[in-house]
């Protein structure tokens, strides 16, 4: 046998005995791409490695912090939202009761502390 052909076997055997040894998705992908590089196939199948695909992961994680910030900016808005809605509410229920339309003092107080207590305002009872 001619040396060139010696060496091709010898990659052969080391690849087929890394082969055997190697267990999981990630290593059989490997082998097989040993394999397919040492007999010249191409391997269009094959998604590309993590490192052949740093910089999707990068672009994708400059995505998800976007993301999160946006998720951060609605949440501050929907809580400032809120509080307002809470305001008014409260206003609303001040003005009723000082207008005579309702004197149910209990359900008044009752009201208000429920909502001052998500704005952090306690209510004194009287």
């Not at 052969?12 to 040894?21: D, F, G, P, S």
């Not at 397919?36 to 994708?60: C, M, Q, R, S």
């Not at 307002?84 to 309702?102: E, V």
């Amino acid at each position: 046998m001619r040396p060139t052909a010696l060496n091709s076997i010898s990659a052969i055997v080391a690849t087929a005995e890394k082969l055997v040894r190697c267990k999981g998705r990630y290593h059989s992908e490997l082998n097989y791409r040993a394999l397919a590089k040492l007999f010249g196939v191409i391997t269009p199948d094959l998604p590309p490695l993590e490192h052949e695909n740093v910089h999707y992961a990068d672009a994708a994680e400059v995505e998800i912090t976007a993301l999160r910030q946006r998720i951060q900016e609605l949440e501050a808005k929907l809580e400032a939202a809120d509080k307002l809605q809470d305001s008014a509410f409260r206003d609303g229920l001040k003005a009723g009761f000082s207008y005579g339309q309702t004197d149910d003092q209990s359900g008044f107080t009752q009201c208000m502390s429920a909502y001052s207590t998500r704005a952090g305002v306690k209510v004194k009872e009287s």
